[in-house]
C-alpha cells in the first residue's frame, strides 16, 4: 500500500517562503492527480493547488494564486509546494493527496498526515 508523507514545513515570518514537498512511495501514485489542502484551526478544509497527470495542467484557489506554486517530479514521485510572500493567514496544517484533479477535497482517495505552517504577524 502506497503512503504520501509532507514534509517542509515550518515557522516563518510574514513575506517568507517555504517549499513543501510530498514524497509518494508506491507505483499507485504515478498517474493520479495530485492536490495541496490546508486546514487552519476552527476552520474546514480548504483547496489550495493542483496538478494534473504529467503536470500539463494547474489550479490554485484565489488566495494562493500569485504567491503558491505547484510542479511535481514524477521521476521521484513527489509533488511540491513553493509557498512565497507568506501571510498570517496562511498558517494551517497542510496536506497533500491523490486522486482526481480538481478542487473538491471529495476528490481526492489518499492523504497525507500533513505538516504544519506557521506564519507569524
Known amino acids: 500500500q502506497g503512503q504520501l508523507v509532507e514534509s517542509g514545513g515550518g515557522l516563518v515570518h510574514t513575506g517568507g517562503s517555504l517549499r513543501l514537498a510530498c514524497a509518494a512511495s508506491g507505483r499507485i501514485f504515478d498517474t493520479y492527480s495530485r492536490g495541496w489542502f490546508r486546514q487552519a484551526a476552527g476552520k474546514e478544509r480548504e483547496f489550495v493547488a493542483a496538478?494534473?497527470?504529467?503536470?500539463?495542467?494547474?489550479m490554485y484557489a484565489d488566495s494562493v494564486k500569485g504567491r503558491f506554486t505547484i510542479s511535481r517530479d514524477n521521476a521521484r514521485n513527489t509533488v511540491y509546494l513553493q509557498m512565497n510572500s507568506l501571510k498570517a493567514e496562511d498558517t494551517a496544517l497542510y496536506y497533500c493527496?491523490?486522486?482526481?484533479?480538481?478542487?473538491?477535497?471529495?476528490?481526492?482517495?489518499?492523504w497525507g498526515q500533513g505538516t504544519q505552517v506557521s506564519v507569524s504577524s
Open positions: 493527496a491523490a486522486g482526481s484533479y480538481g478542487s473538491n477535497k471529495d476528490k481526492y482517495r489518499y
Open positions: 496538478i494534473s497527470y504529467p503536470g500539463g495542467w494547474t
